[in-house]
């Protein structure tokens, strides 16, 4: 379920469609997402990369604060260890945006390279899920995201 904006339209960006990518794994991460904006390059993605939940998190809250729209998508790894306690789940950093009000939920994908893990994350909250080596089957999504909304676990609100 979506949660209602309190966004005003002048702090709305116009242009690009902000991707999130959630994972401690910085090398592999960046091929992924060279990879990413060479096929969806004239898509006016906007990928941004996180190696903690909790950095991510600050941004998140530091956002809703200024009234400012938080990304349409946030990619999950299943195991965040450079975060610390709680949060070195991604279990628990999806349950930490799904409890936050008074924002637009991003679509959350389960993007950890363990079946088990990205079964758990769906169960957390997550939309939809890929293995992490998958890549060409994610980038596939990013180029036509509306033909994957059947796969979506919770229907769309118009």
Known sequence: MEKETGFSPEKEPT???EIWIIDDE???IKGVLRFWQMKTKNLGYDF???ETGQSALEEIKKR???KERLPEMVF???ELEKDQGELSKGVNFIK???SIDG???PKIVAHSSDFANNVEL???GADLGFQKQDITKSAEFLQDPEHYKHYFKKPEEE
């Open 15 to 17: 242009l690009s469609k």
């Open 26 to 28: 910085k090398e592999i």
């Open 48 to 50: 941004k990369h996180f």
């Open 64 to 66: 809703k604060e200024s």
């Open 76 to 78: 999950v790894d299943g």
């Open 96 to 98: 930490e945006i799904r």
């Open 103 to 105: 924002v637009k939920q």
């Open 122 to 124: 769906l169960m957390a």
